[in-house]
């Protein structure tokens, strides 16, 4: 196993949509090991292959210390319904969190790491990742979800972390001049 490094915002490849997996082949078991462990250090609760520089439709996710790490190979949300709005940030954009809203249900259909077909429902707090997740894999960040006001306060902030080189951003009217929460998780 290895630990990859995990690319950052404004990195083109976060941007991209990723194919298809068409086997899963041993190079996708070692991806699906090396981004478990990528995950783990980070640390975060879910990472999606563009955010280590691989184009392909995987991501792993352990939504918390107790639950086993799970992968999903082309995954694709079949079912959603109600909706949520929580906080989320991202390990490509470290230091930031904002509110998002999701579907507060999923059913999520894709193969597993074995190469078996995989359904999953999820709801809430599970359901979130898996969405985030699968933005990954569509080339969409969250920071494309928030409310248009923040999202320029988000860029702002990710522009000013840019010219001054530091690692995380200075919040100053982070969601609308309330102090910023720590995020929770890092999807």
């Not at 999923?106 to 969405?131: H, K, N, P, S, T």
Request: charged residues 25%.
């Amino acid at each position: 196993m290895a630990i990859l490094p995990i690319r950052m915002y404004p990195d083109p490849v976060l941007r991209e949509a990723a194919p298809p997996v068409n086997e899963v082949d041993e190079s996708v078991l070692k991806l699906i090991s090396d981004m478990n462990e990528t995950m783990h250090a980070a640390p975060g609760v879910g990472l999606a292959a563009p955010q280590v520089g691989v184009q392909r439709r995987v991501f792993v996710y352990r939504p918390s210390i107790e639950d086993p790490v799970g992968a999903f190979v082309n995954p694709e949300i079949v079912e959603r319904s109600g909706e949520d709005v929580d906080e989320e940030g991202c390990l490509s954009i470290p230091g930031l969190s904002y509110p998002v809203v999701r579907a507060q249900r999923i059913l999520v259909r894709g193969l597993d790491g074995a190469g078996e077909a995989l359904e999953v429902e999820a709801e809430d707090y599970v359901a979130r990742i898996l969405q985030h997740e699968i933005d990954h894999l569509d080339g969409v960040l969250f920071i494309d979800r928030i409310d248009p006001d923040l999202r320029r306060e988000a860029l702002r902030l990710i522009r000013e972390r840019a010219v001054n080189g530091s690692p995380t951003p200075t919040p100053r009217t982070l969601n609308r001049g309330t102090p910023p929460k720590p995020p929770a998780t890092r999807l």
